[in-house]
């Protein structure tokens, strides 16, 4: 089975751009989350869905937004970039909404802002 | 808010050496406390402690938690260059749908 897809791997934008970041969780997961990675810090949380549903967000300005569809994928947008807001993106896909200490992580998106 | 510290920041030893990674936390309504290795991009799941005073162990990595001091150790022996990576502590609260974790600890273990 396929693990959790993410894509673009890497990409490079300037300041005020938007961009969408777009995430495959493992077949059968139906809860995706997404968590930002700054270089030499732990992953930190932006959001979760489950079933189409926004079920948590972090401490994370209005700029971001995601979106769950049917068939359980999900995108993140961030308008508006700043340079801070370069990081690693990682998406985590689970089967249900609770057991979150059941993630499984993809590879990421490294956001490039200059 | 919740909190997680871990410590060292960053470690480095040789081949065959055994090392402790320590991880504090806070947290309000404590649900489980998870290890994962971050060797590149994705974290890999090694062990979720819900219960104090467990051990559980895979291969040469093991970790124990202590709920009433607040705090977990990740064990591993003989270690290999293979086990070069970023270590990451996380706790989950309960009902709160998001782990929170800590700063991780670089390991690198040298031949």
């Known amino acids: 089975d396929a693990g959790v897809t993410q894509s673009p791997t890497h990409l490079i934008k300037t300041r005020g751009q938007q961009v969408t970041l777009r995430c495959s969780p493992i077949s059968g997961h139906k809860s995706v989350s997404w968590y930002q990675q700054v270089l030499g810090q732990g992953p930190q949380f932006i959001f979760q869905?489950?079933?189409?549903?926004?079920?948590g967000r972090g401490n994370f300005p209005d700029r971001f937004s995601a979106r769950q569809f049917p068939n359980y994928s999900s995108e993140l947008n961030v308008n508006a970039l700043l340079l801070g807001d370069s990081a690693l993106y990682l998406c985590a896909s689970s089967r249900g909404q609770k057991n979150t200490g059941e993630l499984f992580f993809g590879e990421g998106s490294r956001l490039t802002v200059l | 808010e919740d909190k997680v510290v871990q410590s060292p920041l960053s470690l480095v030893v040789h081949e065959g050496d055994t090392v402790t990674l320590n991880c504090s936390y806070e947290v309000t309504n404590f649900r489980s406390l998870l290890w994962y290795k971050q060797e590149k991009k994705a974290p890999t799941f090694l062990f979720m402690l819900t219960s104090s005073g467990i051990e559980k162990k895979s291969g040469r990595l093991s970790s124990i938690l202590d709920k009433k001091e607040l705090f977990s150790i990740l064990n591993i022996t003989a270690t290999q260059t293979g086990d070069s990576a970023v270590y990451l502590c996380?706790?989950?609260?309960?009902?709160?749908?998001?782990?929170?974790f800590g700063q991780g600890t670089r390991l690198t273990i040298n031949p």
């Open positions: 869905y489950y079933e189409k549903e926004e079920r």
């Open positions: 996380a706790v989950e609260a309960q009902g709160a749908q998001k782990l929170v």
